[in-house]
């Protein structure tokens, strides 16, 4: 089932290739969309393809990468627009 979701990630994930991370996690899984820092201190991230492969980078961006600490990590789930063609980092 194809799916969208709007991801805010918060703690420490900042400066430490998170965005770098998710784009190869997401591009891995065959997602689409972007990630990027927002002025708050968290990262966003808006991704479309298989429910369950946003289920996998949802579990993989809770966990981050290894000098990130990453204390919340809850999507906002939309329907499927098929928006993108790849998934890049964007400012």
């Known amino acids: 089932m194809l799916a969208r979701a709007n991801i805010l990630v918060s703690g420490r994930v900042q400066g430490v290739c998170f965005r770098g991370y998710t784009e190869r996690w997401a591009s891995d899984l065959k997602l ?41 990590a809850e999507p906002t789930w939309e329907e499927w627009r098929g928006e993108f063609t790849g998934f890049r980092i964007t400012w």
């Open 32 to 72: 689409t969309g972007w990630v990027r820092n927002r002025g708050d201190g968290r990262v966003e991230i808006v991704v479309e393809g298989e429910k369950s492969g946003i289920e996998k980078l949802l579990a993989l961006v809770r966990t981050g990468p290894p000098f990130a600490r990453v204390s919340g």
